[in-house]
């Protein structure tokens, strides 16, 4: 595994990997010296209980020092494939806005589109009025083949998947 930071999600539990490590560690120092006490006294029933309970412990720690690691790859796997995914829907997008011939403003306008936004959303987050908004939107389905939001959605997500 490469050096990174750690994601902050990861914190927590591995402080409490930490706690439980030196409270494994406790239990193995006590039941050392309690057996090394009661050695030559021939009782050491408590002790191997607390030899017990301290190698339970350890393989807690163990266990959940993999799942924490396994749970931070998979997240870093997510994340990369997540990455991939957005530059490949950007890439897609800026394909298709230059074969359509979009103007800057119809892309502007498609991508909001595309992210569910209606017209009123869209004239409010442009500062244009809605009645720009529907034009250019007609417009943008006319060179993309299409009649409606859900179609223009529906091209990018036919190609995705």
């Known amino acids: 595994m490469t050096s990174q930071a750690l994601p ?12 439980q490590l030196a409270a494994a560690l406790y239990f193995v120092i006590d039941g050392v ?30 266990l959940g020092g993999y799942v924490l690691r396994k749970t931070l790859q998979r997240s870093a796997r997510q994340e990369q494939a997540l990455g991939i ?43 244009a009025k809605e009645g720009t908004v529907r034009s250019q939107l007609s417009q943008v389905y006319a060179k993309a083949g299409v009649t409606s939001q859900a179609m ?3 091209l990018f997500l036919d190609e995705l998947v």
């Open 33 to 62: 010296a309690d057996w090394l006490e009661l050695a030559g006294k021939g009782s050491l029933g408590e002790v191997l209980l607390e030899c017990l309970v301290a190698v339970a412990l350890f393989l807690a720690v163990g």
């Open 8 to 19: 902050k999600e990861a914190v927590a539990p591995l402080a409490i990997v930490a706690i």
């Open 85 to 127: 995914a957005r530059g490949a829907l950007s890439d897609l997008l800026k394909a298709r806005f230059a074969q359509w011939r979009l103007t800057p403003s119809e892309a502007d306008i498609a991508t909001f589109a595309l992210k569910g936004c209606n017209i009123a959303e869209i004239a409010r987050l442009r500062d």
């Open 152 to 154: 223009l959605m529906a």
